[in-house]
């Protein structure tokens, strides 16, 4: 069974920063593209950033150059380094795996990040 647990979360001032860590098990890890999704209250989860296995990275214009994904294959560990936090920031984030087809394999139960003053 595919499980991702999130972590991390809380709350922050603005240009404050949180590091969230997402667990998985159930799939071999080192395998797997991985991404980080949010989604904010009345809107749809979107994707924020993704590696791949060979460790390239993307990222949603919306937080290129604040946010910084990284994955330890060897803890089955995908992590999101947050800085310079915004108050458009504020959502659950979800971590997810993709198979072959670049679909997400399951959801978790995410983690809060709420940027206000």
């Known amino acids: 069974q595919v499980q991702l647990v999130e972590s991390g979360g809380g709350l922050v001032q603005p240009g404050g920063s949180l590091r969230l860590s997402c667990a998985a098990s159930?799939?071999?890890?080192?395998?797997?593209?991985m991404g980080w999704y949010r989604q904010a209250p009345g809107k749809q989860r979107e994707l924020v950033a993704s590696i791949t296995t060979g460790g390239d990275t993307n990222y949603a214009d919306s937080v290129k150059g604040r946010f910084t994904i990284s994955r330890d294959n060897a803890k089955n560990m995908v992590y999101l380094q947050m800085n310079s936090l915004k108050p458009e920031d504020t959502a659950v984030y979800y971590c997810?795996?993709?198979?072959?087809?670049?679909?997400?394999?399951?959801w978790g139960q995410g983690t809060q990040v709420t940027v206000s003053s």
């Open positions: 997810n795996a993709y198979n072959r087809l670049g679909s997400p394999i399951n």
């Open positions: 159930g799939i071999i890890f080192s395998s797997h593209v």
